[in-house]
C-alpha cells in the first residue's frame, strides 16, 4: 500500500463531506463554489477511472477531469429532458457517488 | 512475413541544407526512450552524435542558474506582464486591436518566458517541472489578457450563454423551439448545474478568466497526445509552446466549443495510446534499421504503437475501461455541440480505415449516437434548417467567400489583422509542412499526426457554418500541425539541436507570438465593453416589459444575459437587406420594425461597441449609424429614454399607442 493509493480516497471522501456541509447544512456561501466546483469537476470520474487501477497517477486525474464533466453534462442534461431539473438533488447524487467510492476503497485498502 | 520495407524518399537540396542549418549538438535527453524515433530499436544513437553529446558532468556544473535562470525569466516575464498590464487604456485601442495599446514590458514579457523554455528545453534531461511553469506562465500572459484589461467580460457572445444557462436554471426546461442552442444544450444545462450546485449566480462571472481555465485543461490532452506520438519531452512541449502561441482564434472563451475541444484531445489522447497501431511505422522504417522485437507478453495492439512513443502498460481490463470513459465522453460531446462529434468521428475514422486504431466497431458506435441525437433531440431544428445546412455542399466558392472573402473588408486596420491572421495560418502550416518533409527525410511515421492534422478539412466542402469553419478547421487541426512544426526545430537524428536550431526556434516563436497579439486581440475594440455599455444594457432590461422589441445597432453588446426566451431580439445589422435597397437609410426599416411592437414595447439601443464594429468590419455602411440617430431624435415617433457615456437607448413614444 502507498501513500499514493490512499490519497485520491482519502480526497474524495473528504471533500465530499465538505461539500454536504457547505451546501446542505451550513450556510458558508463564500466557501461554497470553492469546494464545490473543484468537487464536481474531479471527484464523480475520479469514482469511476479508480475502478481501473491505472498505472500513472497524472493520467488518472486527467481521466477524472474529463470523466467528471462528461458524467456531469449527461445527468444534468438528462434531468433537464426528463423535467426533473434539481441541481440540489443532482449534487447530492454525485456527493453520495464519491463519498461511497471513497469509503469502499479506503475500507478496501485498508483491509488488504 | 516481413512487410515490404519502402526506401525513404530522398529529399530536395534544399530540405537538406535546412537541416544542415538546424543540425548541431543539443545534447538528447539521459533519461526516457530515444528522441524523436530515430532508434527504433536498440536505443543508441550513432556513434557521431554520440561524440557531439556534451558530458553531465558539465551540465551538472552549470550549478543552480541552469535550473533557476529559466525559472527566474519566466516568473520575471509574468511580474512584467501583471505591472505593464494594468496600465493599459482600452479607450485608445484602435482597428489594430489591443497590441496597439499594449506597453512594451507586456510586448516583452512573453518573449522573456519563451527565452526561458528554449534555455530549459536545451538542457539535459529537460527538466519537466520547469517546462510546465514555462507554459503556465505563457499560458496566463496570453490567454489572461482580457481578464486584466477589460472591465466587463466578452465577447458578446458569453452573454448570450449566460443567458441561456439562466433560462434552464430558472426554467429546468429545454425548449428547442427557441433557437439552435436548445438543440445542442449539454454545455449550458451543465453550467446551470454548476452556478445552481455552487451558488454562483450567473455564468458570466465565471466568464473573465475562462480562456485561461480552458487552455489550462488543454495541457493534460495536449501531452497525453503528443507523448504518444513522439517520445522526445523537447519535441513534446515545444509543440506544446507552438500550440499556444498560435491558438489566436479564440474559441477558448466560456462556450460549448470550448469543453467540447477538451474532450476532443483527450478521446483522441485515449485512442492514440492506448488503442493505436503502426503498421505504417514499420512499413516506413529507414533501411538498415533493425526492428524492435515483439515481447510475447504484450498486446499486439500495445505492441505495435507508433515507433517512437512512450508505451502504455494497461492491460484489457485497464483498456476495457478506458473504451468505457470514450464512449462516456463522446455520449457527453454529442449533446454539447454541434460540430465538435463530427470532428471527434473524423478523426476517429480516419485512424480506423487507415489501420492507425484497433478500436474498429467505434466510428459505428459513434454515427449511432450521433444519428439518434439528431434523429430524436435536435430534429426539429434540422426540419426546419435542412436547406441551410445542406444548401452549400460542394459550393467551395460559396464557402470560401463565407471564410475568407467576406471578413476583408471594413477599415484598412481590420483588414490588415484579417492579413495577419492568414499570415499566422500560412507561416505554421509551411513550419508544419517542412517538419512533415523533415521526419519523413528520416524514415518518421507521421502517419497518425498527418490523419489527424487534415481529418477535419473536408469540412470545408460541406457548408460555410457561419463563415467560421475555416476557424474551427485550423482549431481541430491546430494540435497536430503544431507537433509537425515542432519537428522541424528538434532534429530527428537523436542530437536534438544546436545553438541554430536554439535560435530558430526563438526566431519563430516571437514571429508568431507577434502575430498572436494581433490576431487573437486584433478584434478587441468591438469585442470589449465598458462597464457604462453593461449599465446601459442593465437598464434596458428595467425598462422593457417582457415580450419587447430588443433592437441593437450590431450584436457586438453585452445583452441575452437575462430573459432569454422573453423578448424579441433583433439588430440593424439584419434588417440591412432591406435598406440596402433604399440606398443605406435604415429609419425607415428600423421606424417600420419598431411600430410592429407597439404593444408591448420597442427599444433601441446603440452602444460604443456597436459604432466599433461598424466601422472597423464594414457592418453598416458609413454614417449610416449617425444619420439613424439623428433621425429618431427627430421623430415624433421615438424618444431618447436613456444615456450614458458609452449608450443610448430611444423607445417608441408612449403617446399615440
Known amino acids: 500500500m502507498t501513500e499514493r493509493t490512499l490519497a485520491w480516497p482519502a480526497v474524495m471522501t473528504g471533500s465530499a463531506i465538505l461539500v454536504a456541509l457547505v451546501a446542505f447544512v451550513l450556510p458558508l456561501e463564500p466557501a461554497r463554489p470553492v469546494l464545490v466546483v473543484p468537487f464536481l469537476l474531479i471527484c464523480p470520474g475520479m469514482a469511476l477511472v479508480r475502478r481501473f487501477r491505472l498505472a500513472e497517477g497524472w493520467l488518472e486525474f486527467l481521466l477524472a477531469i474529463g470523466v467528471s464533466v462528461a458524467v456531469d453534462t449527461l445527468l444534468a442534461t438528462a434531468m433537464a429532458y426528463a423535467g426533473v431539473w434539481s441541481p440540489r438533488l443532482l449534487l447530492a447524487v454525485l456527493v453520495w457517488l464519491s463519498l461511497i467510492a471513497g469509503i469502499e476503497e479506503l475500507i478496501r485498502r485498508l483491509a488488504t | 512475413m516481413q512487410p515490404a520495407r519502402r526506401q525513404p524518399i530522398q529529399p530536395p537540396d534544399w530540405m537538406q541544407a535546412l537541416e544542415h542549418a538546424l543540425e548541431g549538438a543539443w545534447p538528447r535527453p539521459d533519461q526516457g526512450p530515444p528522441p524523436f524515433g530515430v532508434w527504433l530499436d536498440d536505443g543508441h544513437p550513432p556513434t557521431k552524435q554520440i561524440e557531439r553529446v556534451p558530458s553531465v558532468q558539465r551540465v551538472e556544473r552549470a550549478g543552480v542558474s541552469v535550473t533557476a535562470g529559466p525559472a527566474l525569466l519566466s516568473l520575471a516575464a509574468v511580474a512584467l506582464w501583471a505591472v505593464g498590464v494594468g496600465r493599459v487604456n482600452l479607450r485608445g485601442v484602435n482597428d489594430l486591436g489591443l497590441a496597439s495599446v499594449l506597453p512594451l514590458p507586456v510586448l516583452a514579457a512573453p518573449v522573456m518566458a519563451t527565452a526561458g523554455f528554449v534555455w530549459t528545453l536545451s538542457q539535459r534531461p529537460p527538466r519537466r517541472s520547469m517546462l510546465l511553469l514555462h507554459v503556465v506562465a505563457l499560458v496566463v500572459m496570453l490567454y489572461g489578457m482580457n481578464a486584466m484589461v477589460e472591465p466587463v467580460p466578452g465577447p458578446n457572445i458569453v452573454w448570450r450563454h449566460a443567458g441561456i444557462a439562466d433560462y434552464i436554471a430558472r426554467t429546468g426546461a429545454i425548449d428547442p423551439t427557441i433557437d439552435a442552442y436548445f438543440n445542442w444544450p449539454g454545455f449550458f444545462t451543465l453550467t446551470a448545474f454548476l452556478s445552481g450546485a455552487a451558488g454562483l449566480g450567473s455564468i458570466a462571472s465565471m466568464a473573465a478568466w475562462a480562456p485561461v481555465f480552458f487552455n489550462l485543461l488543454y495541457l493534460g490532452p495536449l501531452l497525453l497526445l503528443f507523448r504518444r506520438l513522439a517520445s522526445d519531452w523537447r519535441l513534446v512541449w515545444l509543440a506544446v509552446w507552438l500550440f499556444y502561441v498560435t491558438n489566436w482564434i479564440h474559441q477558448d472563451y466560456l462556450a460549448p466549443q470550448a469543453l467540447s475541444y477538451f474532450l476532443y484531445l483527450l478521446i483522441l489522447g485515449i485512442l492514440v495510446g492506448w488503442f493505436g497501431t503502426d503498421r505504417a511505422a514499420v512499413r516506413f522504417a529507414p533501411a538498415g534499421v533493425p526492428r524492435r522485437p515483439r515481447s510475447p507478453a504484450t498486446p499486439r495492439a500495445v505492441q505495435s504503437l507508433s515507433l517512437d512513443a512512450v508505451r502504455p502498460q494497461e492491460g484489457p481490463f485497464q483498456r476495457a475501461g478506458l473504451m468505457v470513459i470514450v464512449i462516456v465522453l463522446f455520449a457527453a460531446a454529442v449533446p454539447s455541440h454541434q460540430l465538435t462529434p463530427f470532428a471527434i468521428l473524423a478523426g476517429v475514422t480516419a485512424l480506423v480505415v487507415f489501420g492507425r486504431c484497433s478500436a474498429r466497431g467505434l466510428p459505428w458506435l459513434m454515427v449511432v449516437m450521433l444519428v439518434a441525437w439528431i434523429t430524436f433531440l435536435s430534429a426539429g431544428y434540422l426540419a426546419g434548417h435542412l436547406s441551410e445546412l445542406s444548401g452549400n455542399v460542394g459550393q467551395v466558392d460559396t464557402i470560401a467567400a463565407a471564410n475568407v472573402g467576406n471578413r476583408l473588408?471594413?477599415?484598412?486596420?481590420?483588414?490588415?489583422?484579417?492579413?495577419?491572421?492568414?499570415?499566422?495560418?500560412?507561416?505554421?502550416?509551411?513550419?508544419?509542412?517542412?517538419?512533415?518533409?523533415?521526419?519523413?527525410?528520416?524514415?518518421?511515421?507521421?502517419?497518425?499526426?498527418?490523419?489527424?492534422?487534415?481529418?477535419p478539412f473536408p469540412f470545408l466542402v460541406l457548408q460555410p457554418y457561419g463563415g467560421e469553419l475555416l476557424l474551427r478547421v485550423y482549431f481541430f487541426s491546430l494540435p497536430f500541425i503544431a507537433l509537425l512544426a515542432a519537428g522541424l526545430f528538434l532534429p530527428v537524428k537523436g542530437a536534438a539541436a544546436s545553438w541554430r536550431a536554439a535560435g530558430a526556434i526563438g526566431l519563430a516563436v516571437v514571429v508568431l507570438l507577434g502575430g498572436f497579439l494581433f490576431a487573437r486581440y486584433g478584434n478587441e475594440r468591438i469585442e470589449h465593453f465598458t462597464t457604462e455599455e453593461l449599465v446601459a444594457v442593465r437598464h434596458l432590461y428595467e425598462i422593457a416589459p417582457p415580450g419587447s422589441l430588443l433592437l441593437a445597432a450590431t450584436p457586438d453588446l453585452p445583452w441575452k444575459f437575462q430573459d432569454y426566451a422573453s423578448y424579441d431580439y433583433r439588430t440593424v445589422a439584419s434588417l440591412k437587406s432591406s435598406s440596402e435597397s433604399r440606398g443605406g437609410d435604415l429609419v425607415k426599416p428600423v421606424l417600420g420594425i419598431m411600430r410592429q411592437y407597439r404593444r408591448p414595447g420597442a427599444y433601441f439601443i446603440v452602444t460604443r461597441s456597436n459604432r466599433a464594429d461598424t466601422e472597423a468590419r464594414g457592418i453598416l455602411p458609413p454614417g449610416s449609424l449617425d444619420r439613424l440617430e439623428q433621425a429618431l431624435r427627430r421623430s415624433s415617433t421615438v424618444q431618447l429614454v436613456y444615456a450614458n457615456q458609452d449608450a443610448r437607448i430611444y423607445a417608441l413614444r408612449a403617446v399615440g399607442r
Do not use: E
Open chain 2, 409 to 455: 473588408r471594413g477599415s484598412a486596420g481590420h483588414q490588415l489583422i484579417v492579413y495577419i491572421r492568414l499570415a499566422v495560418t500560412a507561416l505554421l502550416w509551411g513550419l508544419a509542412v517542412l517538419g512533415w518533409l523533415r521526419r519523413r527525410r528520416h524514415g518518421q511515421d507521421n502517419m497518425t499526426v498527418t490523419l489527424l492534422a487534415v481529418a
